[in-house]
């Protein structure tokens, strides 16, 4: 059964801080998805990994896989109020093209206080 | 936006009864999933639809059932409601399957 593991589960941090979120998983994996959810709404995809060493950037979020570690990063660099939402990572397996669906972590819910 | 639209945003039914919830997919994406997400938890894969078929599924008992149509829209049935099937329920739709999921914005669902 594949794991998706989160942590830290909840983190408080200042503006203009640094600070990252690690998502391990337990079994081989073909893609990983970082996704953020503001509360009471939907999923919103921020980053699709889809190889070794994969590194995307967007604004002050940036995110890393590293498929041989099941290891995958989410670095926020310089918090600001905004980004406050609860992160998620999900992974999928492509098993013989069966539909697994994505197996998502616990979330991550941050807080960036002025 | 991701062109994935689901009905109603909110709905209250009582332990026992039964409840349709409803997804319009991306024209062209023929593969719907749906996913239950109770409060403070990840979300949690019900099941697949490619083509109109169910062809992938996760630990949900039967009660929990689906139909996708051929206009791109899809169903999510309930039957015997339980209080803990109260959550928000997610579709996600894709262009093919095991390519990148789109989500809808979801319906809170509770369960009195």
């Known amino acids: 059964e594949l794991k998706v593991e989160q942590n830290p589960l909840f983190l408080s941090m200042q503006e203009g801080k640094n600070y990252t979120i690690y998502c391990n998983y337990s079994t081989t994996s073909d893609r990983l998805y970082w996704y953020r959810q503001d509360p009471g709404k939907s999923l919103e995809s921020l980053f699709v990994?889809?190889?070794?060493?994969a590194v995307k950037q967007e604004g002050r979020l940036m995110a890393s896989l590293d498929t041989k570690a099941r290891l995958s990063t989410l670095h926020i660099t310089a918090a600001v109020h905004d980004l406050s939402a609860t992160y998620f990572c999900a992974v999928d397996i492509i098993a013989g093209g069966g539909a697994d669906g994505l197996t998502f972590g616990k979330g991550t819910h941050l807080i960036i206080q002025p | 936006e991701t062109g994935v639209t689901q009905s109603p945003t909110h709905l209250i039914k009582t332990r026992g009864q039964q409840v349709t919830l409803r997804c319009s997919s991306q024209?062209?994406?023929?593969?719907v999933s749906w996913y239950q997400q109770a409060l403070g938890q990840g979300p949690q894969f019900i099941f697949q639809y490619y083509r109109e078929e169910e062809n992938g599924r996760g630990n949900f008992p039967p009660r929990f059932s689906g139909l996708q149509f051929p206009n791109y829209s899809s169903e999510l049935n309930v039957n015997a409601l339980e209080l803990d099937d109260s959550a928000l329920y997610l579709c996600?739709?894709?262009?093919?399957?095991?390519?990148?999921?789109?989500f809808g914005q979801g319906t809170r669902l509770t369960v009195v």
């Open positions: 996600a739709s894709c262009l093919q399957m095991n390519t990148e999921a789109f």
């Open positions: 990994l889809l190889s070794n060493g």
């Open positions: 024209s062209g994406h023929n593969t």
